[in-house]
């Protein structure tokens, strides 16, 4: 099928919601008035009060994400390392992969009591054991496939890692990395709305909805799923076609 | 294109009891939990209850009826919005792997879908369907929905397309190829799929009856947390995560064994 | 024109992609029982005429008529043929016999001779004991043989085959190799062979159609000149071979420096 074609079907599907949207505005009471969000949406976009709330959020994600991915990196190396280790940390991601993240948040809560802290620290606990099982197996299937390589041709430990553990991680590091990022977003609103947060997103959107303001919750989902798809889209999977842009 | 078919299928949830698991992981593991959390508990109380003080808690929940009736209804809403999230997510998946047109329309939708935050689509099925059992089914299987798709949709697209010509070369009908040849080479990923949509299901239950509901362990667990008796929390917690573990290694598992055993 | 013996007939056959053409022009016919191989240097082409014989790809240009019914008309029916692929392609999660049991369902072959069917292919290809195996448990050779297996169980028109011992070692190939010719007699099947391998196609064939470069026409239509049976590691066969290698020497480029790199199709 040729791209021209892909791109039409793909801009229909977005086109169609429009009208879904005023078709469910028209029979429910909750759902407000397309017209009216857009209509709103210059003077929400210019208020500096969003951009503080966004900034918030966004900040407590990209910490916690970065936390988290050096949590993940730090035990897949470590799980490498020796069988008593990858036991005990196996048990530490199993855990952390279980909890939910609501669970998560309330604990975060009661030990960090609303401080900046325990947002970051739930982002981080979530998601590292994504980063850690993902470039875990990543690095085990480069050890059986490349060793051998390595071995034979004596490369150095450093052009090792730098040529052929680095381009053969790199994959998981991405695929990893892409489900961590799409949880964190996911993770951030549950922690702000049952840490009773004061700013961000989740306490925006929690007091909307508090008061009834439909235009306003509508307006920061709005925001809110765009600043998603373009951090994924946008920089994340940019990120990832540059990094394999030899594939061709 | 290998970057974009690895990703949440791969992910295999760890198993902490894989094949060779020792004891002294296990022993260290837990030894070393137990220590900073009662760390953690000196440092932090009375925020963080004493893994002794908790232990008694569990025990006393264990024996209490208002916990099972609480964790009977959660686990009908875990199943019921898991059963209908797995098969809607494997049909979407299947369709949007076999055909590129599907596909093209329902990318933009399901990234879309997954951009949305757990907690709007309660919201909104409060708001639709009031703050009955329909609400918590619907906004747990339209959030649990995409991610199935997705893992599924990837292994329909990393099929072996060799067997598709096959399957037209010897002229099978479009009933038998897919039962026959599609279906069995998703099983792998469809029981991956089965185990990420469960375990999704039970953790955004806890959500779902935190924000939506009057009972259930999340409404029990975040009802415990309002009244500050964190000791609660952590048992609630604990037992809940337990459990669904091992129903998900229990069932699960067994299936996988039955389903897999031409493998060889 | 077409005698009620000719199972396939090509005429102007042609395929292109996006005006790049892979094939430039195809005229041949095959008669019942004949055994013809097609050989053809690597991007000659290979995979558009397969895929074009059988049914998956119309062609961009020309008719492909199979037992006096034209492919690729907008009402006609996919033939039925039988297909021996590189790799196997059984299906791993069915047991041999329910691998042949499935191409049966959708053939028109009575349910009631189904068994009878089986046993008696299973004995011609030697692999009756592995009837209830998983094909996994089977060696590349065994495999190969099911493959085959299925492609006669159909009662097809005519077999393609795509280099169907390539991937196996030189010892179980040559075992196979031995046996084709003995099973396509039995069974007269019709059978259409590619392959790189000169000497495969001498002993196989009693015709071969030498492709050109791609894009590809046939530049020979060669008639094997040995009587059967014939030995593999025969002085004639070895003739053959290298009076084929003269002839194609110039059109394949053989002895040329490359200057252009082809497009393999």
Known sequence: ?248 | MTAKTLPLARLRLLPPGGPGAGLPGLVIALGSMLVIWQLGAIAVRPWIPTPADTAVEIWANLQSPEFWLDFRLTLARVLGAFALATLAGAAVGILIGLSERAEAFFQPLLALALAVPDPVYIIFAILAFGTGEVAGFVALTVAVTPFVSNIVRSSVRARDTGLDEMARIYRLPRAAALRHQLLPQLVPALLTAARFSFALSWKLAVVVEAIGQPDGIGASIFESFRLLRMREVAATAIIFILAMQLLERGVLGRVEKRLLGWRG | MTSSDTVLKVVDLGVSYGGSPAISRLDFEIRRGEFVAILGPSGCGKSSMLNTLSGLMAPTRGRVVVDGDELYLPRSRDPRLGYVFQAHRLLPWRTVRQNLELVLSASEVPRETWEARIDEILEILHISQFKDAWPMRLSGGQRQRVSIARALLVDPSYILMDEPLSTLDEVTARSLRQELTGICQRTGATVVFVTHSIREAVYLADRILILTRGPSTIFEDYHVPIERPRDYDDARIREVEADIIRRIQVPWGLDMPQTTERRSA
């Open chain 1, 1 to 248: 099928m040729r791209l021209s074609e892909k791109r039409a079907w793909s801009a229909l599907a977005m086109l169609l919601l429009l009208p879904a949207w005023w078709i469910a505005h028209r029979n429910t009471t909750f759902i407000a008035d397309p017209v009216e969000v857009f209509a709103h949406l210059p003077g929400f976009l210019a208020d500096p009060g969003t951009w503080l709330n966004i900034g918030v959020t966004l900040w407590r994600v990209a910490a916690g994400l970065a936390l988290g991915v050096a949590a993940g990196v730090f035990a897949a190396f470590a799980m490498r390392h020796s069988r008593v280790l990858r036991e005990v940390l196996g048990y530490y991601v199993t855990a952390a992969l279980r909890t939910p993240s609501a669970i998560a948040a309330i604990l975060a809560v009661a030990i960090f009591r609303g401080n900046e802290a325990g947002y970051v620290a739930v982002v981080a606990f979530i998601t590292f054991p994504y980063m850690a099982v993902g470039l875990r197996d990543g690095l085990e299937s480069a050890d059986r496939e490349l060793e051998e390589l390595a071995q034979i041709y004596h490369l150095g430990l450093w052009r090792q890692i730098r040529h052929i553990t680095a381009p053969f991680v790199a994959p998981f590091l991405f695929s990893a990395l892409r489900n961590a990022h799409a949880l964190a977003w996911k993770v951030i609103v549950v922690a702000e709305i049952f840490g009773a947060a004061r700013t961000g997103f989740g306490a925006a959107f929690e007091h909307a909805w508090n008061y009834m303001l439909m235009v306003e919750v509508h307006l920061w989902l709005l925001v809110f799923m765009a600043i998603v798809l373009i951090a994924e889209y946008g920089v994340i999977r940019r990120l990832e076609t540059f990094v394999f842009r030899w594939r061709g």
